[in-house]
């Protein structure tokens, strides 16, 4: 009998009302809640949720401050676009690439210079705008200095922790350094994950820069070989004969004769940008090097040429090409006897545009 009347208990407490067990739940959270105001939000709790709740404001302030237009710039001069216009045009811009790109091996190297130039242009407006872009994140970084940091930078720094953000890029927050800055870099970070179509543009610069630096250097290169053949061959013409395609053609001299243990190498053609012409003579002139240094002795050159210049003048890159020629005796404005490494000129009327 006792056993039955146990076995009915439970069956019936299994069975309790939902309200009763609403009630039990509501009792829990009562007692979560109690237990909160036992362990209230620590100061550093309290310092992190204050930068988030500033950084989501201000990201939506960012967004509608601006109404969707941003700066671009185009042959140098500012102009405010929407983002689709700025994809756009930037979807242009790597639409004009492609043929020039595929041409460039077709051109001189006189059309490839001009080719360079542009490029040079193009990839100089599309960083302008990357950086006047990222300065508009920058307006809020007093405020996030001044008001939300307030020089608490022991709970920045272990904010910075717990957001995995680098401490050398936490450290910069209450600056406005353009490159580091911690505000901007927050702001940026949230504008991007709100806004990711308007990221987009940005992110197609940084892609786009790269992809014309890259071919840059690939139409220069091969320009650049294209001149060396035509110097190397004109060389042989003026008696260089041990001069040899890639062997550092148009190297410049003043800055491989920095030493006195230099030997002139014959298969080199070498560029006589920064000497300085000291004397001429019927044969030829001689130069210094105009570089000035505590430790370094001047060293004289002769060239021999058919060409005048006048005393002192300083010669400019692609000026003057010159292959060794061995050595050449010479007395000097004291009346002394010298002898010094010579130098043959590499006479000729064609114009280098990468060679310089």
């Known amino acids: 009998m006792r056993n039955?009347?146990?076995f009915l208990f439970v069956i019936i407490s299994c069975m309790a009302q939902p309200s009763q067990l609403l009630h039990a739940e509501e009792q829990s959270k009562s007692n979560g809640f109690l237990k909160s105001l036992l362990s209230p939000p620590s100061e550093q709790d309290i310092f992190n949720d204050k930068i988030d709740l500033w950084v989501s404001e201000k990201s939506k302030d960012f967004l509608l401050s601006n109404s969707d237009k941003w700066p671009f710039y185009i042959d140098g001069e500012i102009v405010d676009l929407t983002t689709q216009k700025s994809l756009h045009l930037v979807s242009k811009i790597n639409e004009a690439l492609e043929p020039v790109v595929q041409n460039h091996k077709k051109?001189?190297?006189?059309?490839?210079f001009r080719t360079v130039g542009s490029l040079s242009a193009t990839a100089s407006d599309l960083l302008q705008t990357q950086k006047t872009w990222n300065k508009l994140f920058y307006k809020y970084s007093d405020e996030f200095s001044?008001?939300?940091v307030a020089g608490n930078i022991f709970r920045l720094n272990n904010y910075c922790e717990s957001k995995n953000?680098?401490?050398e890029q936490c450290n910069s927050g209450v600056s406005a350094n353009e490159s580091t800055d911690i505000s901007a870099f927050l702001i940026k970070s949230k504008f991007r994950q709100e806004n990711p179509y308007i990221f987009d543009f940005y992110d197609s610069l940084t892609q786009l820069i790269a992809a014309i630096k890259s071919y840059q250097v690939e139409i220069t290169n091969h320009s650049l070989a294209e001149e060396a053949a035509t110097l190397?061959?004109?060389?042989?013409?003026n008696g260089c004969s041990s001069a040899q395609i890639g062997s550092n053609s148009g190297a410049l001299l003043v800055s491989e004769a920095t030493y006195s243990s230099f030997k002139p190498d014959p298969s080199v053609i070498y560029d006589l940008k920064g000497f300085i012409v000291q004397q001429s003579f019927d044969e030829g002139i001689l130069i210094s090097s105009s570089i000035k240094s505590y430790n370094i002795t001047p060293r004289f050159y002769f060239v021999t040429t058919s060409n005048d210049y006048i005393d002192q003048h300083l010669l400019q890159a692609g000026e003057v090409f010159v292959c060794a020629s061995g050595s050449k005796s010479y007395v000097d404005t004291l009346g002394r006897q010298r002898k010094v490494q010579k130098f043959k000129s590499i006479e000729n009327n064609e114009k280098f545009y990468f060679l310089k």
């Open 4 to 6: 039955k009347q146990l």
């Open 107 to 112: 051109q001189n190297p006189e059309e490839n």
């Open 146 to 148: 001044g008001k939300i």
């Open 165 to 167: 953000i680098a401490r």
């Open 232 to 237: 190397i061959e004109i060389a042989k013409k």
